[in-house]
Each structure stands twice: as structure tokens, then as C-alpha cells.
T-cell receptor
Framework: SQTIHQWPATLVQPVGSPLSLECTVEGTSNPNLYWYRQAAGRGLQLLFYSVGIGQISSEVPQNLSASRPQDRQFILSSKKLLLSDSGFYLC????????FGQGTRLTVV | QKEVEQNSGPLSVPEGAIASLNCTYS??????FFWYRQYSGKSPELIMS????GDKEDGRFTAQLNKASQYVSLLIRDSQPSDSATYLC??????????????FGKGTKLSVIP
């Protein structure tokens, strides 16, 4: 069966520091992968999606970037975090419906 | 811009009652519809999917779809305190480049009062 791993679960980072969140999927090949962000009390905002290695589409211009160095690995990065980057970050893969990782609670201080 | 709309709530129901959650969507061509449950601080989990007009039942959950009205709902019978969560409606949209994305509503927060 397919599983999705995302880490770390929680992260507290100072403003201006870099960020790297990693997501890996097991049990499927060439998955469509997604990064979502959920701000406090808000809905799920799609940040990036990828249909294959090296293929990244960005949904919103912002302080973040994504990379897909391997088929089942998806990385979310930032060179310099802003306070507004705080939120709950979710990695997901889709067949028809979406399946989510456990999420990373990021607090920028 | 494809949209999915939900009442944000909170919706409060007494234990044992029926909770009714509603969702409307803008893309008339949508063919699949999903309901996710999200407990506070946790990631969303899929609880129901529906593809055809009418009702689909799974245990205490019933999803209802009306494509003509662009409306999908989730009924929870015999509501339990453990059903207290935020319920997200999701509708896929083909985005080209071989992928499709799920567009989520903002969610309805349900509280079941013992």
C-alpha cells in the first residue's frame, strides 16, 4: 500500500533563516505530488505541484520554492523565512483523491 | 478560477442528531467529489467520495450529489463527539501537464455536543 512520509512534524525557525521540508512516498511510481499550506483558521492553499522529476509548477508567487530530485521525493525550501510563512504545511500525492502526509507545523519567530 | 464554497460554521449539533454539511462548486464539468475530515492539528483524511448523482452511504456517513445544482452534501447520522472536526469538501480540476489538482473549500467546523 502507498504511504507518504513528511518531516519534521514541528519546526520553529527565526525570521531570515532557511527552510527545508521533505516528503517521500512509498508504494507507487511517478506520483503527482503537491505542497499545500494551511494558515491558522484558513483553507488549504496549493503552493506547488509536480508531475515528475524536475517538473515543478507554482500556484502562487512567494518566498518559497520546491524541487523534485527523485521520483518519490518532494522538497519545499526557502532561503529566508518571513513571519507570514508560518502555517501548517502538507505534502500530498494523488491517484484520484489526495492522500496527505502528517504535516509540518512551522512557526516563524 | 474554480471555486468550492462551504459554510465555515461552526455547526453545533447534539449527540445522536444528524449533522448536515453542504458544499457548492463552480466547475460544471466536475465529475468527482470528496469529503475530508480534519481533526485539529492533524492532516485531512478522506472519508467519502462520490461520482454519480444521488446518495452514497458508508456507515453513518451519506454523501449526496446533485450535479444540476452543483451541490454536494455530507450527512452524519447519530453524531458522536468524536465526529467533532473540520470537514473539507474537495473537487478536482484538470490542470494540464498531466496532473490534476484538488480544490478545497475552506471547511465547516462541526461540534457535537454530548
Amino acid at each position: 500500500s502507498q504511504t507518504i512520509h513528511q518531516w519534521p512534524a514541528t519546526l520553529v525557525q527565526p525570521v531570515g533563516s532557511p527552510l527545508s521540508l521533505e516528503c517521500t512516498v512509498e508504494g507507487t511510481s511517478n506520483p503527482n505530488l503537491y505542497w499545500y499550506r494551511q494558515a491558522a483558521g484558513r483553507g488549504l492553499q496549493l503552493l506547488f505541484y509536480s508531475v515528475g522529476i524536475g517538473q515543478i509548477s507554482s500556484e502562487v508567487p512567494q518566498n518559497l520554492s520546491a524541487s523534485r530530485p527523485q521520483d518519490r521525493q518532494f522538497i519545499l525550501s526557502s532561503k529566508k523565512l518571513l513571519l507570514s510563512d508560518s502555517g501548517f504545511y502538507l505534502c500530498a500525492w494523488t491517484s484520484n483523491e489526495a492522500f496527505f502526509g502528517q504535516g509540518t507545523r512551522l512557526t516563524v519567530v | 478560477q474554480k471555486e468550492v464554497e462551504q459554510n465555515s460554521g461552526p455547526l453545533s449539533v447534539p449527540e445522536g442528531a444528524i449533522a448536515s454539511l453542504n458544499c457548492t462548486y463552480s466547475d460544471r464539468g466536475s465529475q468527482s467529489f470528496f469529503w475530508y475530515r480534519q481533526y485539529s492539528g492533524k492532516s485531512p483524511e478522506l472519508i467519502m467520495s462520490i461520482y454519480s448523482n444521488g446518495d452514497k452511504e458508508d456507515g453513518r456517513f451519506t454523501a449526496q450529489l446533485n450535479k444540476a445544482s452543483q451541490y454536494v452534501s455530507l450527512l452524519i447520522r447519530d453524531s458522536q463527539p468524536s465526529d467533532s472536526a473540520t470537514y473539507l469538501c474537495a473537487v478536482p480540476a484538470y490542470s494540464g501537464a498531466g496532473s490534476y489538482q484538488l480544490t478545497f473549500g475552506k471547511g465547516t467546523k462541526l461540534s457535537v455536543i454530548p
